[in-house]
């Protein structure tokens, strides 16, 4: 949590001291992940189920239960993309000759490049569409900055290869939105579809 601010406001300071620390990708998911994921989901919970989304003059809300299993299942697709993800920095580092020999790099830089979206995910708490749509845009094109800024420093190549290198995960990162797109049509089909109130 130390990085939180400075990675949004001293980005490059802040990337190369994540480089000098050596936590583990657990050690990373305790600190940072777990309890940053949690905003959204908390966020969107309470927008959905307490605020609702206002259609004309008519409010749209979710059940609390259904809310609950949608916000669960949001919570493990962060926690579970943001590895994937981390995982697959550590895999296409040796392409990049970006020599990594553990994976916890890979998931400090997914989890890093996050933190906008992450924090983003507060707007849930006012579920307002055109609004949240709008900052989303901003935090995604940050994420974006972060990743092509951070990924040089944090592997310590020149900018030129990082900035392939960082080209390559966001078509992963883009990739993993449509495989995410995908496993929630099935999960609807499969029960967990939103349940709105009368």
């Not at 020999?101 to 006012?126: D, E, H, N, W």
């Amino acid at each position: 949590m130390n990085h939180l601010v400075g990675v949004m406001l001293t980005p490059r300071s802040t990337w190369e001291s994540i480089r000098d620390k050596d936590d583990s990708v657990i050690s990373t998911y305790f600190k940072f992940v777990i309890p940053m994921a949690l905003l959204p989901a908390i966020a969107w919970y309470f927008g959905s189920v307490e605020v609702g989304w206002q259609l004309g003059d008519r409010v749209i809300k979710l059940t609390s239960a259904s809310a609950m299993q949608i916000m669960t299942l949001f919570y493990l697709a962060m926690l579970i993309g943001t590895g994937m993800l981390g995982f697959m920095v550590h895999w296409m580092s040796e392409t990049y000759e970006a020599n990594t020999s553990t994976a916890s790099k890979g998931v400090r830089i997914a989890a890093y490049t996050l933190t906008p979206l992450f924090i983003c995910g507060a707007t849930g708490f006012y579920p307002l569409l055109w609004l949240d749509i709008l900052i989303g845009c901003a935090a995604a094109a940050y994420a974006v900055y972060l990743l092509y800024i951070g990924v040089p420093i944090v592997m310590r190549i020149p900018e030129e290869r990082g900035f392939l290198f960082a080209s390559a995960m966001v078509a992963v990162g883009l990739v993993g939105c449509a495989a995410l797109l995908g496993a929630t049509v099935i999960l609807w089909e499969m029960g967990a579809m939103p349940v709105f109130t009368d």
